[in-house]
């Protein structure tokens, strides 16, 4: 531990536990002494840790090849997003973590609008933003980067490093109400909601606020973001 002090920056407080190994659900420190794995890795190894078929499929992987760029084709990426469509989208983008894939999605936001109002040519950025903006909720966590960090109500997370990307209104989680009257036409480029939310606390929303987003997004011609990356499933994918 002290060690990692002298050539690591800091930026979590750990728990001073040292992990070796695991297997399955168990983890077992350096002096030996072993755990029940209640955490995944914040929710990201669903199959615990050293499951045999992940092993031969990363070890199988590894062997043929290493890694591409995305300037190539790619087989197995086109296969594994066609398991995913059928699940929940028409066409997948993979990132390398959460807060990419919510970057990717703030990239899309203003994409979109820009692709669905052509005839803007310079459109305002800050103050009187026009459609450009982002509509996130109480109690959100989104990720670590400027862009996601602007998204994530707790301010501490953000504080640190303002200022992050302007242009987000937060507004109640489950406040179908307000919602309602600031999703709008010409002005919302996106909004993000998590489902169910983690980081915040544990809380669900209810299908009646998140139908209610579906259509005011319609209504606006505005994204709307399901954040999964906390529960267990999306990250699994
Ligand atoms: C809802 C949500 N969004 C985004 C993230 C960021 O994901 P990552 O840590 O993979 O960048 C997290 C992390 O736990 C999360 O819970």
Redesign the pocket.
């Given at each position: 531990m002290e060690v990692e002090r002298s050539v690591l920056i800091g930026t979590y407080a750990r728990a001073p536990i040292v992990l070796a190994s695991g297997k399955g659900c168990k983890l077992y420190d350096v002096e030996g002494r072993e755990y029940l794995d209640m955490t995944s890795g914040?929710?990201v190894n669903a199959l615990g840790h050293g499951d045999p078929d992940w092993v031969e499929a990363v070890s199988e992987q590894a062997d043929i090849l290493t890694h591409v760029s995305n300037v190539y084709y790619s087989i197995p990426q086109v296969e594994l997003a066609k398991c995913l469509e059928c699940s929940f989208a028409d066409r997948i983008f993979f990132s390398n973590?959460?807060?990419e894939a919510?970057e990717a999605a703030i990239k899309f936001g203003r994409k979109f609008q820009r692709f669905s109002h052509p005839d803007v040519k310079e459109p305002p950025v800050m103050p009187g933003v026009t459609f450009l903006e982002y509509i996130s909720f109480s109690n959100s966590?989104?990720?670590r980067t400027m862009g996601?960090l602007a998204l994530t109500s707790k301010e501490h997370y953000g504080s640190p490093f303002e200022p992050v990307m302007p242009g987000v209104t937060f507004l109640e989680y489950g406040n179908i109400q307000t919602a309602k009257q600031v999703i709008q036409r010409g002005k919302t480029a996106a909004v993000f909601v998590?489902p169910i939310q983690?980081?915040g606390g544990i809380y669900s929303s209810t299908t009646e606020f998140l139908q209610s987003l579906r259509n005011a997004c319609d209504d606006a011609g505005a994204l709307l973001v399901f954040?999964e990356?906390?529960l267990l499933s999306a990250k699994l994918l």
């Open positions: 914040i929710a973590s959460g807060t919510n966590f989104h990720g996601a998590e983690g980081e954040d990356v906390g």
